[in-house]
């Protein structure tokens, strides 16, 4: 049986012969049910983790914005109606063109906080400022 520890190092077990213990620097976290394992931060690995869901919204608001900006469309009540979706939550994901530049170069490069998840995005008003954005979002896990 495989076991993942956290730390340790390699073991010397009796005089019959070294036993060599593997140690892979990981957490295993469970969201939603699901077992999902983080890089140490120091590991390559852990350098950049791209969120799919946040960067499909925020690709999606942009978008959707560039669309209001235009005039093509007159507000995200339209938008929704074009695309078959709820007025509330097209008006959720517009505020993501709210954020801070450096916040959406990091979501972009995959340097956003690990804890950040699109839920909470949709459910919290995030600060209209960039400085106070970037204050919330440094006490998280970077």
Do not use: C
């Not at 946040?54 to 695309?83: K, M, N």
Request: no cysteine; hydrophobic share 40%.
């Amino acid at each position: 049986m495989t076991k993942i520890q956290q730390t340790g190092q390699a073991l010397q077990e009796s005089a019959e012969g070294v036993r060599i213990r593997t140690v892979l620097p990981i957490r295993i976290k469970r969201r939603g049910g699901r077992k999902h394992v983080i890089p140490a931060a120091h590991s390559p690995a852990a350098e950049a983790q791209h969120d799919a869901p946040i960067l499909t919204a925020l690709s999606r608001a942009f978008h959707w914005q560039r669309l209001i900006d235009e005039g093509v469309v007159e507000s995200g009540t339209d938008i929704a109606r074009r695309e078959g979706l709820h007025h509330t939550t097209v008006n959720e994901l517009l505020r993501l063109t709210l954020l801070s530049p450096r916040m959406v170069r990091a979501i972009l490069d995959g340097r956003q906080p690990k804890t950040l998840s699109l839920l909470w995005l949709k459910n919290h008003a995030v600060p209209q400022d960039w400085a106070a954005q970037e204050a919330l979002f440094e006490g998280y896990d970077v």
